[in-house]
């Protein structure tokens, strides 16, 4: 799987979860840390955790496994790492607070839906 398609499989996992405002950030001609960044919300902490969950999951059956983890109970955001594709799930006020989208702002966005 190329990394625009992990993303967009990650990114649509989380769709699946009911996230929402979900983004793919193309990362590859201002970064090095990775190739792709894909943001979402979810609207409590609960939610964020069942989306990161849904996420691991979906891309695990496809034999796709997260590199590293970070966030766990009672965290606004949790961070998967899949190497070429980090994957941001925040609360809606912490993904406010931290703007990643305004941080890398010069990055093409794809919204998906």
Do not use: Q
Request: hydrophobic share 40%.
């Amino acid at each position: 799987m190329t990394p625009l398609n992990l993303a967009r499989a990650a990114g649509n996992l989380a769709l699946s979860k009911k996230g929402f405002d979900v983004k793919v950030l193309d990362l590859r001609k201002i970064s090095s840390v990775c190739d792709y960044f894909v943001i979402c919300s979810g609207s409590v902490d609960v939610h964020v955790k069942a989306i990161a969950s849904g996420i691991e999951r979906g891309l695990r059956d496809e034999g796709i496994r997260v590199s590293h983890r970070e966030g766990e109970s009672g965290s606004n955001w949790v961070l998967l790492d899949y190497f070429d594709v980090i994957v941001h799930i925040f609360s809606e006020e912490t993904r406010t607070f931290y703007a990643l989208e305004k941080l890398w702002g010069d990055a093409p966005i794809e919204e998906l839906e």
